[in-house]
């Protein structure tokens, strides 16, 4: 429904309701007041933009591309590829295009892709980072806006992870494709600036957050170094939940800094 809808033109629901498509694009299924205090603002939005932009992220980019395209075979139904929290639709786009190049000449009809973020300057920008990506301003915590077992994979990346709808959404034989943060990711910056600290157990709070609904079949850490300008350093701050906290303004100079991620393949149970 989604993906045939324009700017311009509005969304009906089969109950009547009608949402209208925004000029930049995306839908928005926020009511009321607008929405947690948690989403991006545009200042974020354009440092994530920008940085993601260099390429730094590429290689986790990559690994998720690869492990969501391996998920995405185990569907052969109609199905869409969804990203929770997708600030700008960066992975989704690489995803959709890791899933077509690997359909090749098939001649299955392409994978569609979900990006779904509460706020609605990523959502502006997701809207336009890939043909196939239709763009929902929505809370991840909320009844999810999809049919149950719509989704071949449902991506999590360094987002807010709602498993009890997450497992609702993904079709039996899909996978979630969860990223997270290890305790050294940009852990030299946490000390200089103020940085909220990585849970250390966040690996197992993880597993109990999703045990019940999905078991871990796979998991894969990614470490990088990254040489970055006092711009750059800036940005990766600004462009995280740290922007709300850390002095963001203090940067002067670059910094060596370790990237350090882990990726988790979970199976609904
Ligand atoms: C750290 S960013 C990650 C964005 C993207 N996955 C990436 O890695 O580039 C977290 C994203 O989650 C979104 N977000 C925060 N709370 C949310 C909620 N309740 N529902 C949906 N999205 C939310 C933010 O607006 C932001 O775009």
Known sequence: MIADAGPGSRILCEEGHAFDVARPGYVSLLTGSGGAGTADTAAMVADRVDFLAAGHYAPIADLIAELAREADARVPDDACVVDLGAGTGYYLARVLDS???????SGTAPRVG???DISKHAARHAAKAHPRIGAIVADAWAGLPLRG?????????????????MRRVVHPAGRAVVV?????HLGEL?????LMA??????????E?????????????LGRRLELSAREVAQVIGMGPNAWHAEVGRVVEGAEVTVAV???????R
């Open 149 to 165: 077992r719509a989704a071949s994979v449902v991506l999590n990346v360094f987002a807010p992870r709602n498993a009890r709808e």
């Open 262 to 268: 882990r990726a988790y393949v979970l199976a609904p």
């Open 99 to 105: 899933i077509e190049s690997a359909a090749g000449e």
């Open 190 to 194: 946490i000390a200089e600036y103020g």
């Open 180 to 184: 997270v943060p290890e305790p050294e």
């Open 209 to 221: 957050q999703f045990g019940g609904r999905f078991e871990v079949v796979d998991e894969v850490p």
């Open 198 to 207: 990585v849970d250390e157990r966040k690996g197992d709070r993880l597993r």
């Open 114 to 116: 979900v990006a779904l």
